[in-house]
């Protein structure tokens, strides 16, 4: 059974349903969470508990998400968890109380686990092996200017009609994020293989750095992320100095499109990895010169906008292609977690020992993370891609057929 082709224009309906899903979903308290308060009364708070609420259902179901792939296939998945997130959309429009809310988010947080970038890269990855990795940086590129798109054009939207009229809105941008992702092939590329003890050893190990790794670089990141506004008024600057998060998160992933095969995985890890606690000390350092406040965020929404491509693309290198969606379903529950506590733990943080204590316990975590970097880089019995391509084709009366030119994967 040989590997399918990847269709040309998968990479850009993918990037579009993702930016979609990511827009009406995650970003979407950011532009109403206002407006809702003012005619429901409900503090901001009560609001956002929602999506926290969505992130725990996110790691709740994080471990069938493998099993639904295998059963159903990545377009069913995927078109599933798009069309829950829609019909949430349109339940919070009607819901008049808290607990409704919160009730249209628990689904929310199904449809999110299903449709958004894990389940998808698992289900291209699950279809293409080795191939799906320009895919998937390229899905990431047009992704990250979801909030950039959706939080000026829900404000936009307000000035015309209520919040409610909005999430109707939001649950027809829903529909045809569904028909975009039919684009997604039905099939699934299974593979049998008898894997030796050794190499179950050594996927287990780098599954245990692996989770970790995700965890804690989640935990800083989403901290980071939530209270960057914070950050920006204590050293006097204005929030829009916000914008460059934005700009450096897809300028990043831009270039990693262009650079290609010339990075790989584990070179994107190490250098994501180094760069995290370099760049915090530029925070740190704005205390004297104002100007590193501006350059910290630009250069941290760069990194964070790696994270996603090394959250995704690393398993390729760790784990053979067979196993993706199953261990990145287990392994990405503590990072799930840790998006769910980081806001609070964060608020935390700020208010007993201030935003510059708060910085400086997260350099002292990202240092622990670049160690993990290290460790997984350079761990024994690591796989590759044509190690894990020789695998695959190891099977029981099938063989799948490597890519025609390697380089090109």
């Given at each position: 059974m040989e590997t399918p082709v990847l269709p040309r224009r998968l990479a850009l309906t993918a990037g579009c349903n993702q930016l979609i899903n990511w827009g009406i979903s995650f970003y979407m308290p950011g532009t109403l969470a206002r407006s809702i308060s003012a005619d429901r009364g409900w503090s901001s708070p009560q609001i956002y508990l929602g999506l926290t609420l969505a992130m725990l259902v996110m790691a709740a179901v994080s471990p069938f998400v493998a099993r639904l792939l295998a059963r159903f296939g990545g377009?069913?998945?995927?078109?599933?968890?798009?069309?829950?997130?829609?019909?949430?959309?349109?339940?919070?429009?009607?819901?008049?109380?808290?607990?409704?809310?919160?009730?249209?988010w628990l689904v929310t947080g199904v449809g999110m686990r299903l449709s958004l970038y894990d389940a998808l890269f698992a289900a291209l990855v699950n279809l293409y092996g080795q191939q799906a990795r320009r895919t998937i940086s390229r899905v990431?590129?047009?992704?990250?200017?979801?909030s950039a798109i959706f939080w000026p054009l829900g404000d936009g939207l307000l000035h015309i009609m209520g919040w409610q009229d909005v999430l109707r809105v939001y649950a027809l941008f829903g529909l045809l994020s569904v028909a975009l992702i039919r684009t997604l092939p039905r099939q699934r590329l299974t593979v049998t293989t008898k894997v030796s003890a050794p190499p179950l050893n050594n996927e287990r190990r780098n599954g245990w750095l692996y989770?970790?790794?995700?965890?804690?670089?989640?935990?800083?990141?989403?901290?980071?992320?939530?209270?960057?506004?914070?950050?920006?008024?204590?050293?006097?600057?204005?929030?829009?100095v916000g914008m460059l998060w934005g700009f450096g998160q897809t300028g990043a992933r831009a270039m990693e499109v262009m650079a290609g095969t010339r990075v790989t995985p584990f070179n994107l890890t190490l250098f994501t990895a180094i760069a995290m606690p370099i760049c915090f000390l530029v925070g740190?350092?704005?205390a004297l010169f104002v100007w590193c406040a501006a350059g910290f965020v630009l250069g941290y929404g760069a990194i964070n906008g790696l994270v996603t491509l090394v959250k995704a693309t690393l398993p390729l290198e760790l784990f053979s292609p067979e196993s993706y969606a199953a261990r990145?379903?287990?392994?990405?529950?503590?990072?799930?977690?840790m998006a769910a506590v980081s806001p609070f733990a964060y608020a935390w943080l700020n208010k007993t020992l201030g935003v510059v204590g708060a910085m400086w316990v997260s350099a002292g975590l990202t240092l622990v993370i670049t160690g993990l970097a290290i460790a997984i880089v350079r761990l024994p019995g690591r796989l590759?891609?044509?190690?894990?391509?020789?695998?695959?084709?190891?099977?029981?009366?099938y063989k799948t057929a490597p890519p025609a030119n390697l380089s090109d994967t």
């Amino acid at each position: 059974m040989e590997t399918p082709v990847l269709p040309r224009r998968l990479a850009l309906t993918a990037g579009c349903n993702q930016l979609i899903n990511w827009g009406i979903s995650f970003y979407m308290p950011g532009t109403l969470a206002r407006s809702i308060s003012a005619d429901r009364g409900w503090s901001s708070p009560q609001i956002y508990l929602g999506l926290t609420l969505a992130m725990l259902v996110m790691a709740a179901v994080s471990p069938f998400v493998a099993r639904l792939l295998a059963r159903f296939g990545g377009q069913k998945v995927v078109m599933g968890g798009t069309l829950l997130i829609a019909i949430s959309c349109a339940v919070m429009a009607y819901t008049q109380t808290l607990f409704g809310w919160y009730c249209a988010w628990l689904v929310t947080g199904v449809g999110m686990r299903l449709s958004l970038y894990d389940a998808l890269f698992a289900a291209l990855v699950n279809l293409y092996g080795q191939q799906a990795r320009r895919t998937i940086s390229r899905v990431t590129l047009a992704g990250g200017l979801a909030s950039a798109i959706f939080w000026p054009l829900g404000d936009g939207l307000l000035h015309i009609m209520g919040w409610q009229d909005v999430l109707r809105v939001y649950a027809l941008f829903g529909l045809l994020s569904v028909a975009l992702i039919r684009t997604l092939p039905r099939q699934r590329l299974t593979v049998t293989t008898k894997v030796s003890a050794p190499p179950l050893n050594n996927e287990r190990r780098n599954g245990w750095l692996y989770a970790v790794f995700i965890a804690l670089i989640t935990f800083v990141s989403n901290g980071t992320s939530t209270h960057l506004p914070e950050f920006i008024t204590h050293f006097g600057l204005p929030v829009a100095v916000g914008m460059l998060w934005g700009f450096g998160q897809t300028g990043a992933r831009a270039m990693e499109v262009m650079a290609g095969t010339r990075v790989t995985p584990f070179n994107l890890t190490l250098f994501t990895a180094i760069a995290m606690p370099i760049c915090f000390l530029v925070g740190l350092s704005s205390a004297l010169f104002v100007w590193c406040a501006a350059g910290f965020v630009l250069g941290y929404g760069a990194i964070n906008g790696l994270v996603t491509l090394v959250k995704a693309t690393l398993p390729l290198e760790l784990f053979s292609p067979e196993s993706y969606a199953a261990r990145t379903g287990i392994l990405l529950i503590p990072g799930q977690l840790m998006a769910a506590v980081s806001p609070f733990a964060y608020a935390w943080l700020n208010k007993t020992l201030g935003v510059v204590g708060a910085m400086w316990v997260s350099a002292g975590l990202t240092l622990v993370i670049t160690g993990l970097a290290i460790a997984i880089v350079r761990l024994p019995g690591r796989l590759t891609a044509s190690h894990c391509i020789q695998r695959a084709t190891l099977t029981n009366g099938y063989k799948t057929a490597p890519p025609a030119n390697l380089s090109d994967t």
